[in-house]
């Protein structure tokens, strides 16, 4: 299991790659392997992959004299500055467990974090300081530095590096806990992509609050000794595309989007040097597959959970799987049970973090309960059919995902994005469908005109499906949809 990312990335390239079971082994092969190499860079202040070593174990000595308890937890409130991406090394390679928070938390949220996890401190940038006023854990500013370098602290593949956030696979948010192994894991699985993976340049786009912005678009980057460029901004950040010249961009389908949106009017110029999308978090649309291909961009398409640190099966075959999310990922066990997919690997959280009856609602004997539909091709391919959690269940008692519905809606040109869900219609509740049109293919028309459309296409799609599954109603957005941090629709809405 595996060989098939094994094959995708260049031999000789591959060949200096092993599984690192800890942050700290990272470290040290970015040190020993890219000393001289850039690491990190703001287009401002760039540091070298031994400048970066050094200033993490300065940053350890800071924490050093702080004298906190072993395996402490601190949380930084920082965009995806310099700052924030030293801390999260310093942080776990001191021993302790880093929290990332997302910048959309307010001074309540802060406080009732600092409560629930028992913070022993929090890093805050100054723009985030008045939130912290309020808090009873010691707070230090982002930019705190020792003057001298702290060692690591002597840390195994079990120790826990790291608590993210995430609604899980029963809706509330829960605090994941992951090791350094799972951490690395996912970091390692990051590293394949097809040709040549070593010294690409990055913009770290996705926050580093987020699983898939901290594993694969910046863990794994230190992996294959790549230079990674901040980012305090995600949607002012596509303008440094054409300046910083990546190779790489790790994005969600609606970042994508608007990349390409820009590239249509400025023409392709303006991606640079672009050679892969890793896209993930939300399905993919095949329209955004065929422009990727049509510009000669290999888009990559991937599925993982914050429960099992993000990576666990990927395609860089969309020009041929595009429904598809690709293969396990190697040391990636799997099953299904009654339609759900299963997960076991070294990968996995340890739990939620204070919360053992909602770690056995998902965890059972060494498996975790995705909580989503699947099904597999006999090529081993996997198709996400819906989430558990998100299917509607009929009068008939008959059960609708939403996801497969969208999916088919997807495949239109026409639509955007959309969002199936429970609507009233006439006194009673039907299947109902939102959309967002895809505007560059109703140029000149109105409203009404592009209702019709929207209209036309569901009749379309309807005439395919069985008579439950139907969708009755449909309605025309005019504005986006309500988002999360990660550029997700938010289905609760």
């Not at 390679?93 to 974090?113: C, D, F, K, R, S």
């Not at 890093?123 to 690591?152: H, Q, R, Y």
């Not at 309807?462 to 941090?485: A, H, M, Q, S, W």
């Amino acid at each position: 299991m595996g060989q098939y990312f094994y094959d995708m990335v260049d031999k000789e390239e591959m060949a200096t790659f092993t599984y690192l079971p800890t942050i700290v082994e990272l470290m040290e092969k970015c040190k020993r392997d890219y000393a001289d190499y850039p690491a990190i860079s703001d287009k401002t202040t760039t540091y070298t992959y031994k400048e970066l070593y050094e200033r993490v174990g300065k940053r350890r000595n800071f924490i050093a004299k702080q004298n906190l308890p072993e395996g402490s937890k601190i949380a930084v409130m920082a965009r995806n500055d310099l700052d924030a991406m030293e801390l999260l090394l310093a942080i776990a390679t001191a021993g302790h467990t880093y929290i990332m928070l997302p910048n959309a938390l307010g001074e309540e949220a802060l406080v009732g974090i600092s409560m629930k996890f028992k913070l022993a401190g929090m890093f805050v940038a100054e723009e985030f300081m008045p939130l912290a006023e309020n808090l009873t854990c010691k707070v230090w500013p982002t930019s705190s530095i020792g003057d001298e370098e702290e060692p690591a602290a002597q840390v195994t593949k079990d120790t826990i590096a790291a608590i993210y956030f995430t609604g899980g696979t029963t809706g509330a948010p829960k605090g994941a806990v992951l090791t350094h192994g799972a951490m690395m894991r996912g970091a390692f699985n990051g590293v394949f992509q097809p040709g040549k993976v070593k010294h690409k340049r990055y913009i770290a786009m996705l926050p580093l609050s987020h699983i898939f912005g901290s594993v694969k678009s910046f863990l794994a980057c230190l992996y294959t000794g790549s230079l990674v460029y901040t980012c305090t901004d995600m949607r002012a950040a596509v303008g440094d595309i054409p300046v910083v010249r990546p190779h790489v961009l790790v994005l969600v389908p609606g970042l994508v989007e608007i990349i390409f949106n820009i590239a249509s009017m400025r023409g392709k110029e303006f991606l640079g040097d672009l050679e892969t999308l890793v896209v993930g978090a939300a399905p993919v649309p095949p329209r955004l597959m065929k422009i990727a291909q049509d510009m000669g961009i290999c888009l990559c398409a991937g599925y993982g959970l914050t429960e099992a640190a993000n990576l666990s099966f990927a395609s860089c075959e969309t020009d041929k799987y595009p429904n598809s999310m690709g293969k396990a990922y190697p040391k990636q066990e799997y099953k299904v049970v009654d339609g759900e997919l299963w997960l076991k690997g070294d990968n996995l959280m340890l739990g939620y973090y204070n919360e053992p009856e909602k770690t056995a609602e998902v965890m059972e004997d060494g498996w975790l309960k995705t909580g989503d539909l699947v099904e597999f091709d006999d090529k081993g391919y996997i198709y996400i059919t819906g989430r558990i959690k998100n299917l509607i269940i009929l009068p008939n008692g008959e059960n609708v995902s939403p996801e497969e519905l969208e999916e088919l809606f997807y495949k239109k040109t026409e639509v955007r994005d959309c969002l199936v869900s429970e609507m009233d219609f006439n006194g009673r509740q039907v299947i109902g469908i939102e959309i967002l049109p895809f505007m560059p293919a109703f140029a000149g028309m109105n409203k009404e005109d592009i209702q019709k459309k929207m209209q036309e296409i569901t009749n379309e799609i309807n005439k395919e499906l069985p008579t439950y599954k139907r969708i009755l109603k449909v309605v025309v957005r005019d504005e986006d949809f309500k988002r999360t941090g990660a550029m997700k629709i938010a289905r609760n809405q």
